[in-house]
């Protein structure tokens, strides 16, 4: 059963649409992610879903419920956490817990909840005294309290620096298997390769990509990338006279190549063919990143042959 | 415990954690009103003022003043806060409507103001100046006062999305409702033209209820009749016009 089922979502500000026809569907336990750059329509999209907005067409049903016509048991099946929403700086943690547990009717246990998410030490202190790390592990507390069947969580980690960041992915890494629906908001790509079973990719209002993390960055032609540094000197043209190199250039004392993906191996038969060592080796896979970078970047130049291979593989993704 | 006895509770002790704002709004018109009603000149009747003594003409400037201050200042400014971080949108999130929110600090407002109040009422009585003649006409005419206050201060918080513009127009607005309500010119002392229109204004109409209950009248029905017109026009146009983001 899919706990979230969103099909032709539309939402305009004035005259500019900034949802534009999303559909996608989280089935129940599922962690399911939407990226997209800045502005993209994420949060506007997730705003919609949790019924804080109302869309201007298409349809949305939560756990069987439609946000539009929200009710109590909209919000008891339904936790969000918001981007840059901030409580009283003289709110204590163990308050600020209390508190919002008592909203709903069957909330979780808030000191169980604190200690699962490292917050009993800091039960007393006051949220104004509290870390970026500290402030969103709490924010991830309040909106999991009610103990929602579905759980938003939109730019978790942005303005985190990276302990705090992997500190609060852990804590959601721990959330898989408990039956929770995480629907993740990020433009970050490690933290979607990281969490999500799936992901869509978003831009200006249109899903431009869907599938697993590792099937993205799979199906996003991308150069495999080395680097070495040579132990003698190589003639550049020598490098790229080969047929699997498609660029070669300098980087400080760093040799770089790019190509197909047998480039490394090519290039590094070849050296040893002249006695060259291929030293301090390097080879990137491509990345969700890299996925992410060639995904929106052929659709801001409007290549229209690539946004049909994308939308294609789209209508496969989402409905797979 | 309800969700609504825990939100005026949180409420109440966020209040304690920062009672700067509150403090010095009180402090003021309390300490004024019991160091006036000490000295026993300024409690004789003059000619001057109508009939009336100096501290019968002070003692509702000042009740004002105090609500004035936490009505138009202190709540827009705690609300516009709280929108502009994000706590009325977050509890959109939950069973609960940010509307209890505005009702706890409607309701905290209110009861700092009257305590305010009935410090000024009962410590110069116990000084030497005299208790409100009618009590329960001074009663009706401070809670159709707070009405319009509140209300004016809930329209505020409503019309500015920026706490501190909302603040500094709070500001403005504090003094000119004190100059209607006879701060710096005494209402008995103001031209006609002057005093009606202090009459239209819920400070001008509030100072003067109170000023006639205090002395053994019935407020006039023209002063009550503006005070629940600002109150009932003020609420319709802060319900319509408030937004939680």
């Known amino acids: 059963m899919s706990m979230i089922d969103v099909r032709t979502l539309r939402k305009n500000y004035g005259d500019r649409t900034v949802v534009d026809g999303i559909s996608f569907d989280v089935a129940e336990g599922e962690i399911f992610g939407i990226l997209g750059p800045n502005g993209a329509g994420k949060t506007t999209t997730v705003e919609c879903i949790g019924g804080l907005r109302r869309p201007d067409g298409g349809s949305i049903l939560v756990a069987g419920m439609d946000p539009a016509r929200e009710g109590t048991a909209f919000r008891e099946a339904l936790g969000i956490q918001l981007q840059e929403s901030r409580l009283p700086d003289k709110q204590t943690v163990a308050e600020a817990l209390e508190l919002y547990s008592s909203f709903y009717s069957h909330p979780r246990d808030w000191r169980e909840l604190a200690e699962r998410l490292g917050l009993t030490a800091q039960l007393r202190s006051y949220f104004g005294k509290l870390s970026g790390g500290q402030k969103q592990r709490l924010s991830v507390a309040l909106a999991l309290i009610g103990n929602p069947r579905v759980a938003i969580l939109d730019e978790l980690t942005t303005g985190l620096d990276p302990a705090a960041r992997r500190e609060v992915w852990g804590l959601l890494e721990d959330l898989r298997g408990t039956g929770v629906t995480l629907l993740l908001v990020s433009h970050f790509m490690e933290e979607a390769e990281r969490l999500c079973d799936r992901v869509v990719v978003i831009d200006r209002g249109r899903i431009i990509a869907a599938d697993t993390p590792e099937g993205l960055a799979a199906g996003v032609v991308a150069d495999q990338r080395m680097s070495f540094v040579p132990s003698a000197t190589v003639d550049p043209a020598f490098l790229q006279a080969l047929p699997d190199v498609h660029t070669v250039s300098d980087s400080g004392d760093r040799t770089v190549v790019t190509g197909t993906d047998n480039v490394a191996s090519a290039v590094i038969i070849a050296l040893h063919e002249r006695g060259i060592a291929a030293t301090k080796l390097r080879v990137d896979q491509p990345s969700l990143d890299d996925a992410f970078v060639a995904l929106t970047r052929d659709d801001s130049h409007g290549d229209r042959a690539a946004n049909n291979q994308t939308e294609s593989r789209t209508a496969e993704g989402v409905r797979a | ?245």
């Open chain 2, 1 to 245: 415990m309800s969700a609504a006895t825990a939100l005026i509770r949180s409420e109440a002790k966020l209040l304690a954690r920062n009672p700067g704002v509150m403090l010095w709004t009180a402090i003021l018109p309390v300490a004024a009103a019991i160091v006036l009603a000490a000295i026993p000149a300024v409690r004789h009747p003059s000619d001057a003022l109508g009939g009336l003594s100096f501290f019968a003409i002070y003692q509702p400037i000042l009740v004002l003043f105090a609500i004035t201050m936490l009505a138009v200042q202190a709540l827009p400014d705690v609300l516009t806060r709280y929108r502009e971080m994000g706590v009325l949108k977050r509890l959109r999130t939950t069973p609960v409507s940010p509307a209890l929110l505005l009702f706890a600090q409607l309701a905290l407002t209110l009861s700092v103001s009257v305590g305010c109040m009935l410090v000024m009422v009962i410590v110069p009585a116990l000084v030497g100046a005299s208790w409100p003649q009618n009590v329960v006409g001074f009663g009706i005419g401070y809670l159709l006062t707070a009405w319009a206050l509140l209300g004016l201060g809930m329209v505020i918080a409503s019309l500015f999305r920026n706490a501190k513009v909302a603040a500094g127009f709070g500001t403005v607005l504090f003094f000119v409702l004190q100059f209607a309500a006879g701060l710096w010119l005494q209402r008995p002392l103001m031209p006609d033209w002057m005093r009606r229109i202090s009459d239209l204004t819920p400070s001008g109409a509030g100072t003067q209820a109170l000023t006639d209950a205090a002395s053994g009248h019935w407020p006039q029905l023209l002063h009550l009749v503006v005070l629940a017109v600002w109150g009932a026009v003020m609420s319709v146009v802060a319900v319509r016009k408030f937004s939680w983001e």
